[in-house]
């Protein structure tokens, strides 16, 4: 076996473990890595099978959109990562220049609070849910082509009532810190109110 095929060998296994950690890194961050060229990575995952990253966020998006109890999946914001109920919730938001303020390219605050607000009501294990309290902190602008991750913890729940922080972040920095205050309503209730 020739050195370079050998060396090819090793990359792949490598790339495989990387994918399988983390479903998420990009052909670019993973060339990277590796130092070889984006083609290359490209040829890798023919040869293993991997599918390109649009298609293992939708994968794993649809797989966790089964969990979702107060909202339809049509209504979440973002690609549904992973969600424990009652505990924590990830997702993930590619943004766009659709996203963005024309002049300055950074991403309207809307579409960031919009992805923190679904995560906290979707983390939160209950039919029904609103946002009664929102305390919320953009740290430093996002900008289109942005690729963001929302983080959700129910840090405190009594009765109806629930705590939940949401950070979003930009390759491992912080870009919003959100902390909701959630009330579980009961669906009977909402019925009799339409």
């Given amino acids: 076996m020739s050195r370079s095929s050998s060396h090819k060998q090793q990359r792949q296994k490598t790339l495989l473990e990387k994918i399988k950690y983390d479903p998420f890194l990009t052909d670019e961050e993973l060339a ?3 130092k070889v ?6 040829l890798d995952r023919l040869e293993l099978s991997i599918p390109e990253l649009r298609e293992r966020i939708k994968n794993v998006a649809e797989s966790n959109q089964e969990k979702l109890k107060s909202l339809k999946s049509r209504e979440f914001i973002g690609e549904l990562i992973d969600l424990q109920l009652g505990q924590n919730a990830i997702s993930l938001m590619e943004t766009n220049s659709t996203m963005a303020f024309e002049k300055t390219h950074i991403v309207r605050g809307h579409y960031i609070y919009s992805l923190a607000e679904t995560l ?3 983390v939160i294990d209950s039919q029904v849910a609103l946002v009664g309290v929102a305390n919320i902190k953009y740290k430093i602008p996002v900008y289109a082509g942005a690729r963001i991750v929302a983080k959700a913890e129910v840090r405190e729940s009594k009765g109806n009532r629930f705590i939940v922080w949401v950070k979003i972040y930009e390759k491992n920095v912080e870009v919003f810190r959100g902390k909701f205050i959630l009330v579980s309503l009961n669906e009977n209730t909402i019925k009799e109110k339409i």
Avoid: E, G, L
């Fill in 32 to 34: 990277d890595y590796f």
């Fill in 37 to 42: 060229s984006v083609p290359t990575i490209r």
């Fill in 120 to 122: 906290a009501i979707a």
